[in-house]
């Protein structure tokens, strides 16, 4: 069992940065693929970035590539996702999520068979 509680949301306008982080409590945190997602008033959940267990390995999607990153710090049991250049259209909750390790790659990067959540962070974009 894992549990995972989200920081670091809020209101900022649009350039700003913000750095968002999920805490992980429970067992073997290195051995689950992490995993960002964002659900924005009136549409479903979006998958937005992914980083393995220990290798480093990350994916995202297009619309915050060059903009966003997803890091870990596995003795700190903790996985952040760095904003950058925020738009308006990243309004969201942000949520993360794991993923047991045993799980494939290509499935997490698709944003698939994610056990566990949190209970998501507002972050709000204004123009």
């Known amino acids: 069992q894992v549990q995972l509680v989200e920081s670091g949301g809020g209101l900022v306008q649009a350039g700003d940065s913000l750095r968002l982080s999920c805490a992980a409590s429970?067992?073997?945190?290195?051995?689950?693929?992490m995993g960002w997602f964002r659900q924005a008033p009136g549409k479903e959940r979006e998958f937005v970035a992914v980083?393995?267990?220990?290798?480093?390995?990350?994916y995202s999607v297009e619309s915050v590539k060059g903009r966003f990153t997803i890091s870990r710090d596995n003795a700190k049991n903790t996985v952040y996702l760095q904003m950058d250049s925020l738009k308006p259209e990243d309004t969201a909750v942000y949520y993360c999520a794991a993923a047991r390790g045993t799980t494939g790659w290509r499935r997490v990067s698709f944003g698939y068979d994610y056990d566990y959540w949190g209970q998501g962070t507002q972050v709000t974009v204004s123009s």
């Open positions: 429970g067992r073997a945190f290195s051995s689950y693929h």
């Open positions: 980083i393995g267990m220990t290798n480093g390995m990350t």
